[in-house]
């Protein structure tokens, strides 16, 4: 019994973790239309930011709050300074076909990845190095008994249930939540209909950026930080919001969840090495009975 708990409450801390990547992508997906595949790589970028802070003395909540606007501030300059001037050029034949258009902005994330990795290699000499935790790691004691989890288990979980309770009313009962759902559905008409597509695709990256930086900063203090520390989140996370639906925040949470027990229960039962095996089985049957996610919509996003 207390193997199996151990498994589910690892499950659940780690499960937070991928659910808020799965976030981030999602919110990029329903503000531009397109996967960020740097996101990570922003969570990194950010991530040592904060851990420099915290070496040179600083609180760790100055630290943390400083790593959100990096994370925000690198969500704003990737769509100014690269998504805008690729997105202006979509119409000219140097692009090619529409699917070929579509393509560009994604794979210039993937390059922005690697520049964002070397960037951070050159400035911390790609060393790894530790990263405190705001809470305790201990595990808790209640009434004498060792629970299977800890304050910082419990304190990552709030954090993501927060996050989506946060971004859901934003989406559905704000504005310019409204304007951004407008913008990734059609920009041309949202553009029309008076929306300033530009900024509130600039946004949907901002707040992106932020979340990311939020998972960056939860997910290192089990593990050192390096340059490439989070790509393999990266892909887990993105398999979560597939799994979920790209245009669902709570199918992101629930598919990071669920990969999250997937990978604690298979640790602790069957060995590390099925994982990959697993969670490729579980994609394919979804994408085969659910290709737009379980939580996906049948027809398309709506506004």
Same mark, same amino acid.
């Given at each position: 019994? &207390?193997?199996?708990? /151990?498994?589910? +409450? ?16 999602? %919110? ?7 996967? /960020?595949?740097? &996101?990570?790589?922003?969570? !990194? ?22 790593? %959100? ?40 994330? =993937?390059?922005?990845?690697?520049? =964002? &990795? ?7 000499? #790609? ?52 304007? !951004? ?27 992106? #950026? ?17 340059? /490439?520390? =989070? ?57 085969? +009975?659910?290709? &737009? ?11």
């Amino acid at each position: 019994m &207390q193997t199996f708990l /151990n498994a589910l +409450f690892t499950g659940g801390s780690r499960g937070a973790i991928y659910a808020l990547v799965a976030l981030g992508l999602v %919110l990029v997906w329903r503000g531009a239309g397109l996967i /960020n595949f740097a &996101q990570m790589g922003q969570a !990194m970028f950010s991530a040592y930011v904060a851990s420099t802070l915290i070496a040179q003395g600083y609180n760790y909540w100055i630290a943390f709050f400083v790593a %959100l606007i990096v994370g925000a501030a690198l969500g704003a300059a990737i769509d100014i300074l690269v998504i805008r001037p690729l997105k202006k050029k979509s119409g000219t034949a140097i692009l090619g076909s529409p699917s070929m258009r579509d393509a560009i902005p994604v794979i210039a994330s =993937l390059g922005i990845l690697g520049i =964002l &990795q070397s960037v951070a290699g050159m400035i911390w000499a #790609g060393s790894e190095r530790g990263f405190p935790a705001p809470v305790s790691t201990v595990a808790l004691k209640v009434g004498g008994n060792t629970m299977p989890f800890t304050y910082f288990d419990l304190f990552t979980i709030g954090i993501v249930i927060l996050i989506l309770i946060a971004t859901s009313l934003f989406l559905a009962r704000t504005s310019v939540g409204l304007a !951004m759902r407008a913008s990734a559905l059609n920009s041309e008409v949202a553009r029309l209909s008076g929306i300033r597509t530009r900024s509130i695709r600039t946004l949907g990256w901002v707040i992106s #950026g932020a979340v990311a930086s939020v998972a960056g900063l939860l997910v290192t203090p089990a593990t050192n930080i390096s340059p /490439n520390s =989070l790509d393999l989140i990266l892909i887990i996370g993105f398999t979560a919001c597939v799994i979920g639906g790209l245009d669902s925040l709570l199918g992101s949470v629930i598919g990071g969840f669920l990969l999250g027990f997937v990978i604690a229960f298979i640790s602790v039962y069957d060995i590390p090495e099925d994982i990959f095996i697993a969670i490729f089985l579980i994609l394919m049957g979804i994408m085969f +009975f659910r290709p &737009q996610g379980l939580f996906g919509s049948e027809v398309g996003r709506r506004v």
